[in-house]
């Protein structure tokens, strides 16, 4: 193990007992356990796999007020995303980004009937929402932000204008409207550095990756899932944050097996393309649509890429999920009603991710009418669970404040520390502007002798900690991690030394973007997963089953085949040939 994660088994051995404990280190789970140990409680994080590696690691990448939510009334809810959009703006610059977000329209007064229905009996499915309608969404999005106002005021644009900024959008389209939400480039990453902040500032606080948690008569056992270690601990109370695993996790906890149900979960999938035609189309904005069965859709820029999604289909149990061939087809279809002259070819999706969202339980007929709101219920015992229900990733922090609430009050302790206006990791002195943010790239390129690109890379992924991650990769040799690549084998090493990673999916799909750019091929698999195995001290045995194992995976959930891998490979050594 490496030093830190045996440290903190030991820890655990001298020391169990705590104030807290959390399960399920999803983005409600972080937040709820940092905001617990910024208040001077013990607290323990359990996770049986990665941190974000659930649903957590399948949004839609959007950090945004919830501009449908209006139609159902939700307006408490599209407030509080607002205020905590805008608050992650602020404390996480380096991964947060403001987005224009532009909607085609093609009708004028369509869906005035139908959104009122909608609002009054949350029953309706949404009719095709015309100008007037979604002018009004958009007047109320500005009211709610007038006070703190951190981005522009939505516009309106006539036809003509409208064809002068996407000229190939569909010609059946009337207006547009432009309003400003957000975007995250890394939310893996903004996950653990809030677990990185809060083991840094709260000594008393623990977190475990790849942990299990299980019940006995008297105490909680903790299982290490790397070597079977075991600890008994205890708790004065504990919170089910697992998501859509939450009846799951307490029916396993809980001495009458939870008989209530909380969670319906619907599957969201998502397509990540790399089509140039279509990625200039877009022109910087994202374009929110909607589909022909009133669901909301969204096309944006990410990465160098675009990202196409998405589905939400009802699902009956939580586990892994992948993006199906219907779904990709629907998806694909959606992409038409608004481009309807580019072309995706079947080697330009680059990849796929699926997650299942833990909505509350619910009847309703149309997905789209559940609500993404979060609340928390108490289940009282010895000790008491309180069980995290809802909440998307643009709430978390509210989400998490509110939940460490309800636990303090039960202890009788009071909240010292607030978090609203709290850096998180390296947006602690990032840079305030794009010109600052400029000049800083090119002091960092000029200190440590670096291309240009690079260390924009290092400002983009880790923000003012991109200094320290380059000093460290100054100190010793270093190169890319394979031709072309902008990572390389010294900051895969900063990695492993120091994010808690555990397999080959923690570096590849979480803690930097090979995966989901399709930048991952079998030669990076292999150096990345060799690299650690050599920090790890894993034998040859160990190393080749965690590359099969990582493999069947990307090609199970992600749908990247062992040809494609081998095609990146081979476009590469052409690349590089043609270069030399």
Known sequence: ?????????????????????????GINGISTWRELALQGLRVLLVERSDFCSGCSAAPSRMIHGGLRYLENGEFDL???????????????????????????????????????????TKRSRPANRGAVVIKLGLAFYDIFTAKRRQMPRHTFRGRAATFAAWPRLNPKLKFSATYYDAWISHPERLGLELITDTLRDC????????????RTDETILVRDLTNQAEVHVTARAMVNATGAWLDETNRDLLPNGGNARFVGGTKGSHLIIDNPDLLAALNGHMIYFENVDGRVCILFP??????????????????????????????LTSLRHVFPDIRVAPDQIVYTYSGVRPLPRSDE??????????????????????????????TFRAFGEQSADMVL???????????????????????????????QADTLSRRFN??????????????????????????????????????????????????????????????????????????VIEAVTNQLAQARGWP?????????????????????????????????????????
């Open 450 to 523: 670096v291309p240009l690109p690079r260390a924009e890379h290092m400002l983009q992924h880790y923000g003012s900690r991109a200094e320290e991650i380059l000093g460290h990769c100054a100190a010793g040799p270093d190169a890319p991690l394979c031709p072309g690549s902008a990572y390389t084998t010294s900051e895969i090493g900063w990695i492993i030394d120091n994010e808690m990673v555990q397999s080959p999916a923690d570096i590849l799909q979480r803690r930097t973007d090979l995966a989901i750019t399709g930048a991952i091929s079998a030669r």
């Open 1 to 25: 193990m490496p030093e830190t994660r045996a440290n903190t088994w030991a820890d655990l051995a001298a020391d169990p007992t705590f104030d807290a404990i959390v399960i399920g280190g």
């Open 365 to 394: 007929g149309f997905t789209g009418r559940i609500s993404r709101g979060h609340f928390t219920r108490r289940i009282d015992g010895t000790p008491p669970v309180f069980c995290m229900i809802g909440g998307k990733w643009t």
């Open 78 to 120: 599209v407030r509080e995303s607002l205020a905590e959009r805008d608050a992650l703006l602020r404390n996480a610059p380096h991964l947060v980004r403001p987005l224009p977000t532009t909607v085609p329209i093609t009708q004028v007064f369509s869906g005035i009937f139908n959104g009122a229905l909608g609002f009054l």
């Open 203 to 214: 000594p008393a606080a623990r977190a475990l990756n790849y942990a299990e948690l299980s």
């Open 409 to 439: 009050e039960a202890l009788g302790h009071s909240r010292k520390v607030a978090t609203l206006d709290r850096a998180i990791g390296g947006g602690q002195g990032f840079p305030a502007d794009q010109a600052a943010l400029q000049r």
């Open 302 to 331: 990410y990465l160098g890429r675009v990202l196409l999604g998405s589905t939400d289909l009802r699902v009956d149990q939580a586990g892994p999920v992948r993006c199906e061939d219907d779904e990709l087809d629907y998806i």
């Open 540 to 580: 040859a045995e160990k190393t080749a089953a965690e590359i099969t194992r990582f493999r069947a995976a990307l090609h199970r959930f992600h749908r990247v085949d062992p040809a494609t891998l081998a095609a990146r490979d081979a476009r590469c050594d052409t690349d590089q040939s043609t270069q030399g």
